[in-house]
């Protein structure tokens, strides 16, 4: 039911989106600023974390797993296309308080100078449910994933296995923290995405793949070696944002 809601909220979003959709601005094109999409590309499509859960859920049926993964990251992959294109496609790139470098300068998403251009309340809305509903699904796969990651520590570890201790040590710190710190979650996105995430989602499964192959040259060893490429890159590339070099670099203000 929620996963249904979140289709409805997006296609009322997409719908209502489109009123000012110049395709002109489609043709704009600068690709020195792709390594800016990066760490948000990690955040979007990592799904590693619930990879035991999807596991035990479905059996291990490795057939089942593989379409489970596959559909989710394609479904993804599909939404955040049809939201890009009608963005880039309703914002210009420069141009006052309404426009891409405005949105990043100010740490706010799309939604919010969007909401202005069109001044639809069907979109806002729509988008303010869409945003809450994906949180909600979000939070409810990292908790699920989370619980399990806990758990498997506590067996091994601690030789316990009460559900309310699992559940304590789960769900308190981060619910801590939030009350503490609300903006952490904004504050840390760049850090985490470019740098955590890619670490542990793009840089040491390829190390895996290496050390689990280490005598067969294939398609898979090149492919590990090129995910930890990219991820050293995308590491040094957000390392080099946090520190304020890539604003002077790219003159970005």
Partial sequence: MLI???????????????RHFNAPLLLNSNWKYLPFSLPVGVSAFHFHNIIPTISRHLKHDQGKIRLAIASGVGIGLLISLIWVTIVLATLPEHGGMNSLFSAYHQSIP???????????????ISGFIFALLSITASFIANGLGLFGFIRDLCACYLKASSTLAIATLTFVPPLVVTLTYPRIFLDALDGVGG????????????????????????ILQLLALTMILVGIFIVLFTSAELMGWIRFWFHLG
């Fill in 110 to 124: 799309a939604t919010v100078p969007m909401a202005d251009v069109l001044q639809s309340p069907v979109f806002l």
């Fill in 4 to 18: 249904l809601a979140i289709f409805i909220c997006f296609i009322v979003l997409a719908i209502s989106g489109v």
């Fill in 195 to 218: 740098l955590g995430e890619t670490v542990l989602f793009i840089i040491l499964p390829g190390v895996v793949v290496l050390k689990l192959l280490p005598h067969r040259a294939s």
